[in-house]
């Protein structure tokens, strides 16, 4: 059974720092791309980073490029988010998504039940 489970949120003031972690189970991690996606109160869902399997090559959001840094841990089967500068608009629960091959960071089958993060002073 494939778990992702995603740890790391909190309450943190404009301009802090936070990082999340998405520990992974069921399947081999370290063959799959994967992603970080949120949810801000009453939007929708907004992908906010991805990153295959090998290399390993990472992408970003167009907001969060500088201030969001994607990472793995093949040995560990876990994912990361460090994020810093936050912003009140980066307020969120934030879920992890395994992608459906090694290199598919935008397709995903299975989620986490996701970390909230809040930034307010």
């Known amino acids: 059974e494939v778990q992702l489970v995603e740890s790391g949120g909190g309450l943190v003031q404009p301009g802090g720092s936070l990082r999340l972690s998405c520990a992974a189970s069921?399947?081999?991690?370290?063959?799959?791309?994967m992603s970080w996606v949120r949810q801000a109160p009453g939007k929708g869902l907004e992908w906010v980073s991805g990153?295959?399997?090998?290399?390993?090559?990472?992408f970003y959001a167009e907001s969060m490029k500088g201030r969001f840094t994607i990472s793995r841990d093949n040995a560990k089967n876990t994912l990361y988010l460090q994020m810093n500068s936050l912003k009140s608009e980066d307020t969120a629960v934030y879920y992890c998504?395994?992608?459906?091959?090694?290199?598919?960071?935008?397709?995903?089958?299975?989620w986490g039940q996701g970390t909230q993060v809040t930034i307010s002073s």
């Open positions: 069921g399947f081999t991690f370290a063959n799959y791309a």
């Open positions: 998504a395994k992608g459906v091959d090694s290199t598919a960071w935008a397709t995903y089958d299975y």
């Open positions: 990153i295959t399997w090998k290399g390993p090559s990472t």
